[in-house]
């Protein structure tokens, strides 16, 4: 047999339709639902549609963890369709002895909302317990004077139902002495009682056996019995007393064993044997006995057992006097037991979260716990408080139930996880707590950029890196997990070309390591920039960027280049004419060399491989310059041969060679024989006079040419008159005219760039021209080289200049510039003065100071902000020789206006 029913309150019809809303905005229903079903139902039987009844949807059952909270699980919740099944045997009488009413609360919880609702379910009573009594057999003993109508009290069967099912009605077997009567006595239970009908006759029959039959209401009915033994004694006619019919005593719980609680007091009239009252418990429990025990003589009563008020409140128990003759008379004593703070507040927790996001917000619900405290009253009440500083509080919810939420800012990358103790205080006296610690996991959400170590990067690369190297390595740090905390790197800008960015450097995405696509050059490419930027793999994606600055180093991998003495195109190579009274100190020429490396790999140094007469020059070690060392002797070659190397400062260093042609003559036509590539002649005088010879041939030839040439042109061309200023043949002669036809420098105011055949006959073609052939006014108008005296604007004293460019008289002390800008400037300035002065297209006259730059660096460009570099430029042909100043060049002034450059005869010999 099932049913259920529910209690709800009457709603008129008007209000329908807010009925079907209600659930909408309330955290449960209003009503209480209460179902009712039998005890012992099986187990999975139905109760009762439990979505329906609380107006959840089925297909939200699942989702919400809809479930039964309870400390002993009787029932469960279906979640396919909501229904409440029973999960456990349910015995009425275990759950609720001797009482009419059986209700057994629920709290059903519900997640995502999390809601509480709370039910009944009245557990109704079956026939399943017959009735019976503690005795299989009763001994009365009656004593024969005993008047008709006489009763005597039997113990009550005991039936554990209720209602109708309980305990209903008795039977006495048939006699004619005796019947029964069912009087209302303790507990509203039936209490039979014995009737004398008929005076007893002890000599007749002194005894009397009788059968007592119990029986309920079930149907089938059930019954127990027991055996009724009277004997017959003699006379007693007066019963004993009790001072009190109800004795009612309030004890406290947790009593020590032994304690007296209640003495009760009972007289008799008669005498003798008959006065004599022991003393007995009728109907007792075996609840009441295991918790009292009863002094039989003398009617008192000690607690024997352990007495908990939260087990029982109250007992209720009848006492029997019973004189010497038989005779009983009974009271009613009731014990209340007093609640003392005996017991501990639990919590117990319903629903917790597995991990909270670090950004929550405030007022999330992390947990959902409900307190307990058997005690009553004041020893009952709980408050709950969190021990630690935690960033979350304790919001009271309903029937004892509590909510965590969150109270404060969460941060996984400070605190990963948070053990919260809650501690559940009661209001006794003295308080007692209990305290319960859950752990809370923060997970993780990015909520933190990669940050580099560095604010930025400078790294040094030497050139020539081997392609596919890492030159450096970039690395930021985020505190968060997983992929919010995996970083990629990547090259977002470069102040190189876009295009070639991939063709220099990358950069790993994981490792952060650059590497060099290429082999650097750093006379190319001095510093390149690259900002680099570091990504996590959020949602969304977090980012920083840092600058990256590649300096890349030299190495000496390029060889000195030799910018003068230069061979013309066709290979020949210039001669340099030294007068025959140059005296020891004098500048014969000057050896201008250029590196394209840096700071000591630029660094060069001269040395004399071969010389035809080692001891007749000496060379600058850092300067390249050639002086005289001694006087040209009668004995010594007219034709020198100097094989100078210049070599760099690197390890290993490098170097070029260059070659010098030096003729001693005092004049063109005495230098002329000494042009031809022939042995050395075993008579000086002879070979002279040969080349003397064979030089004016060669000019009386050109001069008739020249004249033939320019009648025949003043035919043509009457109206170009000034055309007879220059003439070119066509061959390789050239001429370099300057302004000042001064010749008492030492050197000739202009180089004779003369090509010399290279054939076995020796013959030489070339155009010897004289100043006093060439007119005023084309001296202006080519790119000639200004022979204008040293402007003292731009000297510097001995201090203010470097070692290499710095140095009188050929100082070999001199150190190159440690600063790389210096260095560097070094070098410019020496390649854009040694190229003016070797193709004659700039002039020393540029402006004050200015070294002839000024058209190529600009005006600001002054010698006022650089060292005086421009001693490491020699000027062929030129007297404008660049040192502290004219007079000081040679130490003295040389005799003789001759110092002209020539031209070898032929090729020189490597």
Same mark, same amino acid.
């Given at each position: ?7 709800r309150?009457?709603?008129p ?28 139902m ?18 939200d ?6 479930r ?13 369709n ?11 009488e275990?759950?609720?002895p001797?009482?009419?009413v ?31 009594f ?5 001994v009365?003993q ?5 008047i ?7 113990e ?20 004619e002495?005796?019947?029964?009567m069912?009087?209302?006595k ?6 039979p009682?014995?009737?004398?009908e ?18 309920d209401?079930?149907?089938?009915v ?7 033994q009277?004997k ?40 003798g ?32 057992g352990?007495?908990?008020f ?11 006097a019973?004189?010497?003759?038989g ?5 009613k ?6 609640d ?9 927790f ?30 009952g ?27 404060g ?76 905390g995996?970083?990629f ?6 102040d ?7 063709s ?9 390591v650059v590497?060099?696509q290429?082999?650097f ?21 977090l ?14 991998d ?9 061979l ?14 140059a ?16 700071g ?11 010389a035809?007469?080692?001891?007749? @020059? ?11 060392a ?26 070029a ?6 003729? @001693? ?5 005495e ?9 050395e002649?075993?008579?000086?005088q002879?070979e002279?006079?040969?080349y ?10 050109l ?5 033939i ?6 035919l ?25 036809l ?5 050197t ?27 007119p005023?006014q ?12 040293p402007n003292?604007d731009w ?19 001199g150190?190159w ?6 260095t ?9 003065s ?8 700039s ?8 070294m002839?730059l ?8 002054t010698?006022?902000h ?19 100043a ?5 130490g ?11 031209k070898?005869?032929?090729?020189e010999?490597?």
């Amino acid at each position: 047999m099932r049913y259920m029913t529910k209690q709800r309150s009457r709603i008129p019809w008007r209000q329908v339709l807010f009925l079907f809303l209600l659930p909408l905005f309330c955290v449960g229903p209003s009503e209480q639902i209460r179902y009712s079903i039998p005890e012992e139902m099986a187990k999975d039987s139905v109760v009762g549609n439990l979505a329906e009844d609380l107006g959840l949807h089925v297909r939200d059952l699942l989702t919400r963890n809809l479930r039964v909270s309870a400390e002993k699980q009787y029932f469960t919740v279906n979640t396919e369709n909501g229904n409440i099944l029973v999960n456990d045997r349910i015995d009425r009488e275990l759950l609720c002895p001797q009482t009419t009413v059986c209700v057994l609360p629920l709290e059903i919880v519900a997640e995502n909302p999390l809601n509480v609702f709370h039910i009944s379910v009245v557990i109704e009573d079956i026939n399943d317990n017959p009735p019976h009594f503690n005795q299989n057999s009763i001994v009365l003993q009656v004593n024969e004077l005993a008047i008709p109508g006489t009763r005597f009290g039997l113990e009550s069967a005991i039936d554990a139902d209720v209602g109708p099912y309980s305990l209903q009605s008795y039977q006495l077997s048939s006699n004619e002495h005796f019947s029964l009567m069912v009087m209302d006595k303790v507990e509203e239970k039936n209490a039979p009682e014995l009737v004398l009908e008929k005076p007893l006759d002890r000599e007749k029959q002194n005894s009397h056996v009788l059968v007592l039959t119990a029986a309920d209401g079930g149907d089938p009915v059930l019954t127990g019995t027991t055996q009724i033994q009277i004997k017959v004694t003699d006379a007693n006619d007066n019963p004993p007393v009790f001072s009190e019919d109800m004795y009612k005593v309030s004890l406290r719980e947790n009593l020590p064993p032994g304690t007296s609680v209640l003495k009760v007091t009972a007289t008799d009239q008669d005498e003798g044997i008959n006065a004599e009252i022991t003393y007995s418990f009728k109907s007792l429990g075996d609840d009441i006995g295991n918790k009292f025990m009863l002094d039989h003589q003398n009617g008192e009563i000690k607690s024997k057992g352990p007495i908990d008020f939260e087990s029982r409140s109250s007992y209720t128990m009848s006492m029997e006097a019973k004189d010497g003759g038989g005779m009983t008379t009974e009271c009613k004593i009731i014990l209340e037991i007093l609640d003392e703070n005996d017991n501990i507040p639990e919590v117990v927790f319903t629903s917790v979260s597995s991990s909270i996001p670090e950004d929550a917000e405030l007022g999330r619900v992390i947990a959902l716990f409900k307190t307990h405290d058997k005690d009553s009253e004041e020893n009952g009440e709980v408050t709950c408080l969190i021990k630690e500083e935690a960033p979350f509080r304790i919001v009271p919810s309903s029937n004892n139930y509590y909510k965590l939420v969150t109270d404060g800012i969460l941060d996984r990358e400070q605190t990963s996880e948070y053990n919260v103790t809650i501690t559940a205080t009661d209001r006794g006296k003295p308080p007692l707590s209990s305290s319960t610690t859950i752990t809370l996991h923060i997970s993780d959400v990015n909520d933190n950029p990669p940050v580099f170590q560095q604010a930025a990067y400078i790294v040094h690369v030497a050139e020539n890196n081997p392609p596919g190297a890492s030159i450096a390595q970039v690395s930021a740090r985020d505190p968060d997990l997983g992929p919010n905390g995996h970083i990629f790197y990547s090259i977002i800008a470069s102040d190189l070309e876009p295009r070639a960015l991939s063709s220099y450097v990358s950069v790993g995405a994981h490792s952060g390591v650059v590497f060099a696509q290429r082999a650097f050059d750093h006379e190319q490419l001095r510093s390149f920039q690259l900002t680099l930027q570091a990504r996590d793999q959020g949602s969304p994606a977090l980012s920083a960027n840092v600058s990256l600055r590649v300096m890349v180093g030299d190495r000496n991998d390029n060889a000195p280049r030799v910018l003068y003495p230069a061979l013309e195109p066709d290979g020949s190579a210039l001669f340099d004419m030294v007068p025959r009274t140059a005296e020891p100190g004098y500048l014969v020429t000057k050896v201008v060399a250029v590196d394209a490396d840096s700071g000591h790999n630029a660094w060069l140094s001269y040395h004399v491989q071969q010389a035809s007469d080692p001891g007749l @020059f000496s060379l600058g070690l850092r300067t390249g310059e050639v002086r005289m060392a001694r006087v040209l002797g009668d004995r010594d070659a007219t034709r020198q041969r100097l094989l100078i190397a210049v070599r760099d400062g690197g390890q290993p260093p490098l170097s070029a060679t260059a070659t010098l042609h030096l003729i @001693f003559a005092d004049s063109l036509q005495e230098a002329l024989p000494e042009l031809g590539d022939h042995p050395e002649p075993s008579n000086p005088q002879v070979e002279l006079q040969f080349y003397l010879v064979v030089a004016l041939a060669l000019i009386s030839m050109l001069f008739l040419l020249a004249v033939i040439l320019a009648i025949t042109l003043h035919l043509r061309h009457s109206s170009i008159r000034d055309s007879w200023g220059c003439f070119q043949f066509g061959i390789c002669s050239k001429t370099r005219p300057g302004v000042s036809l001064n010749y008492n420098e030492g050197t000739l105011p202009y180089s004779y760039n003369l090509c010399v055949a290279s054939n076995s006959q020796k013959t030489f073609n070339f155009l010897t021209m004289m100043p006093e052939m060439v007119p005023p006014q084309d001296l202006y108008n080519e790119a000639s080289l200004i022979q204008a005296p040293p402007n003292t604007d731009w000297r510097f004293s001995q201090a203010q200049r470097p070692g290499t460019s710095g140095s009188q008289n050929g100082d070999e002390t001199g150190t190159w510039p440690n600063n790389q800008f210096d260095t560097e400037m070094l070098q410019a300035m020496i390649l854009a003065s040694a190229s003016e002065a070797a193709d004659g297209s700039s002039t020393l006259g540029g402006g004050a100071g200015t070294m002839g730059l000024s058209a190529r660096y600009g005006p600001q460009f002054t010698l006022q902000h650089v060292p005086d570099y421009r001693q490491n430029v020699y000027i062929p042909g030129s007297n404008a020789t660049l040192t502290n100043a004219a007079g000081k060049r040679d130490g003295k002034t040389p005799a003789g206006g001759n110092g002209n450059k020539k031209k070898s005869g032929k090729k020189e010999k490597k």
